[in-house]
DNA sequence: TGCTTTCACGGAAGTGCTTTCATGCTCATA
DNA sequence: TATGAGCATGAAAGCACTTCCGTGAAAGCA
C-alpha cells in the first residue's frame, strides 16, 4: 500500500496508481482525445479507486482562462432565438468552451447582467442576441476587457453580426413586383412589447415600401398590420384585410411566423396560396421548410455560428480588430409564391 | 507604461508596482505580520490601483457555493429537445442558479461528460435529457453527491420524469378507432441513428397495436413505416403507402415532426386532411399548433419545469425521496383528425 | 565597542495541475 | 525499403501563488 498516508490523493497518485505519467491522467480528466481506451480504463478505475477530485485552486492556477461563454438572450420562446443559439451551440462544440445561458426578461435584468457579469461571472467571452445595448453597458464591457459580440445590434465600439433589414425588404418588394404583382400588404410585429430586444420590422417595412415605390407600385397604408410575434394573432388582425373583396395578391411578413398566420388563414377563407394571395416571409425558420413557405433567409444557425468564430479568435488573440459583419440574406423561393 | 496588456494584474505586477518582492506581497495579502507599515502601505495601494484579485481565490469563490445547474442534451437539434430546455430555462428563472449547457453529440462523449463533470464541472445539479445512463455512471454521480433528474429515462436509482409511451399509443389507436377508422398506418423514426438517445417510438408502436388489437382491428405491416427524424424524409418513406389505392385512412405518427411529413405528402397527392385521410402525431410541439395538427400532447416545458423542481428541492434538502413522475398525456385535437 | 536578537524582506523551492514539445511506435504510402 | 503521417505517451516547462530559509541591518545588551 503506497498510500500517501491521509492526504487527498493527488493526481501523482492517480499516475502512480495506474502506471502512467500525469500527462495522461490529465488528459483523460480533461476532454482531450489521443488516450488509449484501455489506458484511459484503467486510469478511471484508480480515479475511482482513489476517490481522486481534482483540485480547483490548481486547475484555476493552470489554466489560462475560464473556459465558459456566455450568452445573453432574450427569454427564447421565439424560434429565431433558438436557432441562432444552435449555431452557437454547434460552433462551440468541438472547443473546450462550456456554454452558459442568461436569460433575460427585462430591460433592468439586462442591464443588471450586463453590469455584473464581467466582473462575477468568469467568463472568456459572451455573444448577446437582438438586444440593446448603452453606453455605459459597453464602457462596463470594454473596460473589463469581457470579448463581446453582438448579434442583431449595430454598435461600432464591439463586435456584430447584423443583417441588412432594409435591404431585405427592397428584396421582398423587388421580388414579389417581379412576379408581376400589383397590391401589396405588409404584416409585421408589434416589437414595443419588449423594451429590451430589437426586432428591427420598421427597417423591413421601409425597404420593402422603398422597393416598391421606385418601380411606381404602392402600399397602402390599410394594407400594413401589426401583429403580436406569434401565428394565432398574425391570423386574426389580417383576416379583416384578406377578407375585402380587392385584397392584396402579395403579402410581405416580416417574420416567418406571421407569415404563416396569414397563410392558415387565407387557406381558411378559401383563398389559394400562392394563385390568389402570395406569403412571403422573413427569417428562414426550420418550421418554413417544413411547410414550404416562401422567405428570405437570414442564416440563423450561421449568425451563431460567425458570432463564435469571431469570439474565439478575438479571445486567442485580442489584438484582432473589431469585426462587423454583415450577413447576407437570400429569398428562398417554396410553394407559398 | 508597465502595463501587462489586458490580463488580469498578477501577484507579480503587484510587487513590481510597489518595488517588493511577491514574497511580502503575499505577506500583506494573507494579513501575515512582519511587514513594516509603511511598505504594507505601498503594497495595499498597488494591489488598489491595479484591482488585483488573487486568481485562484476568485475561482474559489466562483465555485464555492457554484449555483450551477447543467443541462446534457442530445445536440438540440430536435425541437422537442428546445422545448424542453425552455421549461428548465423558465424553472430556473426566478433562482439564482445558472444553466449551462452540455451537448453531446457521441456515446463515448456522453461517458465522458458523466465521468469527468462530477469532479470538474462544479454543478450542483444536473439534468439529462433523453440520454441513456448505465449503471457505471449513475454510481459515478451518486459517488460524488451530484443530484441528477433523468427526463425521459427510467432508472429507479435516480430522480426521473417520464412518459408513458405505451400508454400514449393506446390513446393514439382508442382515439383513431373511435373516430370510425377501420384501416390505419403508423411511422416512427430510427433512433439507431444515435445510439446515445433514446426515443421510445417502439412502445407507442406497441400501444397502438395493442389498443387495436382490443378492438379486432388491425394495423398491416406493410403500413409501418420508419424515416428518420425529419419531415422532407418523412414524407418520402410514406409516399408509396399513401399511393396505394386502399390506403390506410389515418396514420398516427410517432413524432410531429413526421405527422407534418404526412400531411404536407397527402396534400401534394390531393388527399384531403381529415376527410381522405387523418393524421395524429405525438409530442405537441409549438408547430403542431401553429399547423393544425392533432397530437398527443406530452407537456413538453412542463417536464424541463417539473425537472427542475425536483432538482432545486433536493438540493435544498438532499435527504428527501428520490421521485419518479409520470407526466399525463393527452390528446389535442385540431383539424388534421 | 562587540555581540547577539530581532525583524523586514528577497530568493527559491514547492504546490497540483495543464500544456507544449519531443519521442517512439505503428501503419500506410511512395 | 525508405518515408512520413498519425497517434499514444512522457518529460518538462509553465501557472499564480504560499512558504521556508537565509540575509543584512537595526536594535538591544553588556
Not at 25 to 53: C, Y
Not at 60 to 69: L, N, P, Q, T
Not at 129 to 138: G, I, T
Amino acid at each position: 500500500m503506497s498510500q500517501k498516508d491521509n492526504r487527498p490523493p493527488t493526481i501523482y497518485d492517480v499516475a502512480k496508481a495506474a502506471g502512467v505519467s500525469i500527462s495522461t491522467v490529465s488528459r483523460v480528466i480533461n476532454a482531450s482525445s489521443h488516450v488509449s481506451d484501455p489506458t484511459r480504463e484503467r486510469i478511471q478505475d484508480a480515479i475511482d479507486r482513489l476517490g481522486f477530485v481534482p483540485k480547483a485552486e490548481a486547475r484555476a492556477r493552470a489554466m489560462k482562462g475560464f473556459s465558459r461563454i456566455g450568452v445573453l438572450t432574450p427569454f427564447f420562446t421565439a424560434p429565431a432565438f433558438v436557432q441562432r443559439l444552435r449555431g452557437i451551440a454547434e460552433g462551440l462544440l468541438s472547443t473546450p468552451y462550456e456554454l452558459t445561458i442568461f436569460a433575460v426578461e427585462s430591460i433592468e435584468h439586462l442591464n443588471h447582467y450586463l453590469a455584473t457579469l464581467p466582473l462575477t461571472a468568469h467568463l472568456d467571452g459572451l455573444i448577446l442576441l437582438s438586444l440593446k445595448v448603452n453606453d455605459q453597458s459597453a464602457n462596463k464591457l470594454k473596460q473589463h476587457d469581457l470579448e463581446t459580440v453582438l448579434i442583431e445590434f449595430p454598435r461600432p465600439d464591439l463586435n456584430t453580426v447584423e443583417i441588412d433589414d432594409l435591404a431585405g425588404g427592397e428584396m421582398a418588394g423587388n421580388y414579389l413586383a417581379d412576379k408581376g404583382h400589383q397590391s401589396f400588404g405588409f404584416i409585421g410585429d408589434t416589437s414595443e412589447l419588449r423594451e429590451y430586444t430589437i426586432l428591427p420590422i420598421t427597417q423591413r417595412l421601409q425597404g420593402f415600401q422603398k422597393a416598391l415605390r421606385e418601380r411606381n407600385l404602392y402600399l397602402p397604408s390599410e394594407f400594413i398590420c401589426k401583429a403580436e410575434y406569434d401565428v394565432q394573432n398574425a391570423e386574426e388582425k389580417i383576416e379583416p384585410i384578406l377578407k375585402q373583396k380587392n385584397h392584396p395578391t402579395a403579402i410581405f411578413a416580416a417574420t416567418d411566423l406571421q407569415a404563416l398566420g396569414v397563410v392558415n388563414k387565407a387557406r381558411a377563407l378559401g383563398l389559394r396560396v400562392p394563385e390568389d394571395l402570395a406569403v412571403l416571409g422573413f427569417d428562414d425558420l426550420d418550421i418554413a421548410g417544413y411547410v414550404g413557405l416562401s422567405t428570405i433567409r437570414q442564416s440563423l444557425e450561421e449568425s451563431g455560428r460567425l458570432a463564435v468564430e469571431i469570439l474565439l479568435s478575438r479571445i486567442k488573440d485580442p489584438d484582432r480588430p473589431l469585426r462587423h459583419v454583415r450577413l447576407p440574406l437570400k429569398i428562398i423561393e417554396r410553394q407559398s409564391t
